[in-house]
């Protein structure tokens, strides 16, 4: 195969992972984005957290809520916990790193608030730990997952939510997690102010 037919492959690969996550993805979507929702109407605040590009998507998804999406509106209280690199180096070299986000959770997390916890393969353990730091908190989780869930599916409780991409290829499950946090964005700001 030469280099033209490999990114044609890469875009037919993406279309077809995104449709087969389009039929499977829009309840779970809904229902995380109705957490969202509550949480922020409760005055709640969301964290968020991941590593290598899911520590990008838990930074993008921050700042489209504390600066803006698609439209002019007040910023909301959303906290990435990848971006603190003072603090991130400091658990690490004192404790461990796999605590680097929990004891963030356990330090800036309140009942009522919502982590979103992004791992591709579910099995990252510093996210693993973040989720049951948040339920320890008594907050609500949103797992972005892929490749069957890993070990993050089996720990969530009952009012958490799973968005699990179905896909085994990180790539694909990386730009399945990004339209998703757009649709959470999205459906934040329809339900909070109204949309365009």
């Known amino acids: 195969m030469d280099l033209l037919d490999r990114i044609n492959a890469h875009f037919q690969e993406s279309i077809e992972v995104k449709q087969l996550a389009q039929g499977q993805l829009g309840a779970p979507i809904h229902l995380a984005g109705e ?111 892929g490749r069957g869930g890993g070990e993050m599916a089996g720990i969530l409780a009952d009012t958490d939510f799973e968005i699990r991409v179905p896909s085994d290829r990180t790539a694909r499950v990386q730009e399945v997690h990004l339209v998703a946090i757009h649709c959470l964005c999205d459906f934040i700001d329809t339900k909070l102010f109204g949309g365009n």
């Open 35 to 145: 957490a969202l929702v509550r949480c922020l109407l409760d005055n709640g605040k969301i964290l968020s957290c991941g590593n290598g590009g899911s520590a990008g998507d838990a930074q993008h998804f921050s700042a489209e809520l504390l600066n803006r999406f698609e439209q002019e509106r007040p910023g909301l209280p959303a906290i990435a916990l990848s971006t603190d690199s003072s603090t991130i180096t400091a658990i690490a070299n004192d404790y461990n790193y796999n605590e680097i986000f929990s004891k963030q959770v356990m330090a800036l997390g309140q009942a009522g608030d919502v982590l979103l916890a992004i791992s591709t393969s579910g099995n990252s353990a510093n996210v693993i730990r973040a989720i049951n730091a948040a339920h320890e908190r008594n907050m609500v989780v949103i797992a972005l997952t």
